[in-house]
């Protein structure tokens, strides 16, 4: 351990010892101009914050043409990552986009009670065909109430398709938002969830529907 106090040393070895020891403050102002200059240079696809919540960290992912991906704590922030860079674009970083912004700010007040339903503008990229047409349909699905995967196959136009139903609720890349959770198996049981049957049956207590 080196005791040297900075009164004791020259110029030189005063401004070494400030590289030794950087100033976390501006180290993020620097990471955040760096983020805001590559955004405006259009170097960017998919910027992305992690967000804590009572189900832990989450991680929200952005576009031009709005959010794009909810990643929940048990997917694990590597994969989530991973899979933007190879199915959106590998120009991923670090930043914030309005519709990540807002996202926050509305997932902080859903966890609070105080909101029912997100206002945010959904980039649909990561899902497709019937799976799109099923998540469409899970979205209006009402705060407090479920659905089962029958339902929401009905909804979807393939009354029959509810495996595949299954399918595109488990692989939804907008959960929370996308309220996959209250889509139950026809028993009643809480069923698969991308982030854990633990985390589903959180959320559906804090709506009133567990």
Known sequence: ???????????????LRKIERPDAGAWE???RQLSERAGAEGLVDVSFERHDSPLGSILLGATDAGLVRVGLPAEGEDAVLGELAERVSPRVLAGSR???TRARRQLDEYFEGARR??????DWQLTRGFRREVLRATAL???????SYRE??????RPGAFRAAGTALATNPLPIVVPCHRVLRSGGGVGDYRGGSQAKARLLSLEGAA
């Open 141 to 147: 699905i009402p705060y407090g109430r479920t659905a």
């Open 29 to 31: 102002r620097v990471r």
């Open 152 to 157: 929401v196959a009905t909804d979807a136009g």
């Open 1 to 15: 351990m080196n005791d040297t106090r900075d009164s004791d040393l020259g110029p030189v070895e005063r401004s």
């Open 117 to 122: 339903s997100f206002d945010v503008p959904l």
């Open 98 to 100: 309005d519709s990540v």
